[in-house]
C-alpha cells in the first residue's frame, strides 16, 4: 500500500501518495490532453463526495479542471491549451469539502505518464524548442528531456527512432550524473528527487563519485560507457545503416 502522511498543520492535511494517483497524457493532431485514470483513496477516511479538482501546470501558466467527485470521478480526456509548451507538465490533485472551502486533501508535484504508461527515471517531454532538436532541464523537480514537438509529435516515435537514443539518451545522461557529483549525498536522501537514481547507479557498480575532478570525470566515463555497451547502440545503428545502404543500392 502506498505512503500516507499527515501535515502538521492545524487542518490535518492528507498527503495522498504520488503511487495512488495515475495522470496520462496523449497527444493527437498536435493538441495535449490529459486522462485522471486513477484516485485510490483507499483506507484514507476520505469520503466519497468529496470535491476532486486537478491543477495543471507548465512553467507559469496553469489550468484548473472539476474532477467531479470522489465517487463519481470524471474519466473524461480534458484538453491542455492554454500552458507553455516549452516547460515541464506537473499536476496537483486537490480534494475540497463540497460545501465548505477547506482543503481536506492533496497530492502535489504529479509527473504525468505517456502513451506508454510508464514513468521512467528520465522522463521524456514534448515541446517548442525552434531549432533545438531536444534540451535537458534539470531543477527542483528532477531531471527531463525535453524533445522538439515539430520533430516528434509524440515520445513513441522517438523510442522508435534508434539514432536519437543513440546520439542524444548518452549525452543527456552525462549532465545528469554531472549533476549528481556535485553532490552526491542526494542519492541517499530519500526526499531529494535524485535520490531515485541510486538503485539505477548500483547496477552499474559504480559506487558514489567523489569531489575530484578527474576522478568525477572517469566515474561519468563509465556509467555513459557502460549505458552504451548494455544497449549496443554502436552495434544496431552499424546494422540500420547497412541495411538502409543495400536497400538503396536494390533499388
Not at 504520488?18 to 486522462?35: A, H, M
Not at 496553469?62 to 470524471?74: A, E, P, V, Y
Not at 517548442?128 to 532541464?137: A, I, K, M, N, P
Not at 534539470?138 to 522508435?160: D, Q, T
Amino acid at each position: 500500500m502506498g505512503r500516507v502522511s499527515t501535515r502538521s498543520n492545524p487542518t490535518n492535511l492528507i498527503e495522498i501518495d504520488k503511487n495512488r494517483i495515475s495522470i496520462l497524457v496523449t497527444e493527437v493532431s498536435g493538441r495535449r490532453y490529459f486522462t485522471l485514470n486513477k484516485l485510490d483513496i483507499g483506507g484514507l477516511d476520505l469520503k466519497g463526495d468529496l470535491r476532486v479538482y486537478c491543477i495543471a501546470r507548465a512553467g507559469k501558466t496553469s489550468q484548473r479542471f472539476d474532477m467531479g467527485t470522489i465517487d463519481l470521478l470524471k474519466k473524461d480526456s480534458f484538453p491542455l491549451e492554454e500552458l507553455d509548451r516549452s516547460e515541464s507538465l506537473r499536476f496537483r490533485i486537490l480534494l475540497h469539502d463540497e460545501n465548505k472551502p477547506l482543503l481536506m486533501a492533496s497530492a502535489e508535484n504529479l509527473r504525468p505518464m505517456d502513451e506508454s504508461q510508464s514513468e521512467s527515471l528520465l522522463p521524456m517531454e514534448p515541446a517548442e524548442l525552434g531549432q533545438l532538436v531536444w534540451r535537458l532541464d534539470i531543477n527542483e523537480e528532477g531531471p527531463v528531456l525535453k524533445y522538439n514537438v515539430s520533430v516528434f509529435p509524440s515520445s513513441a516515435g522517438i523510442e522508435n527512432y534508434l539514432p536519437f537514443g543513440a546520439l542524444v539518451l548518452p549525452e543527456a545522461l552525462r549532465k545528469v550524473m554531472e549533476e549528481i557529483a556535485k553532490s552526491p549525498s542526494r542519492l541517499d536522501d530519500e526526499g531529494d528527487i535524485l535520490s531515485a537514481w541510486a538503485t539505477w547507479l548500483d547496477s552499474f557498480g559504480a559506487g558514489r563519485p567523489t569531489g575530484d575532478e578527474d576522478e568525477v570525470l572517469e566515474w561519468c566515463n563509465h556509467i555513459i560507457n557502460t549505458f552504451c555497451e548494455r544497449h549496443r547502440f554502436a552495434s544496431r545503428l552499424i546494422s540500420e545503416l547497412t541495411v538502409g545502404a543495400d536497400s538503396g543500392r536494390s533499388s
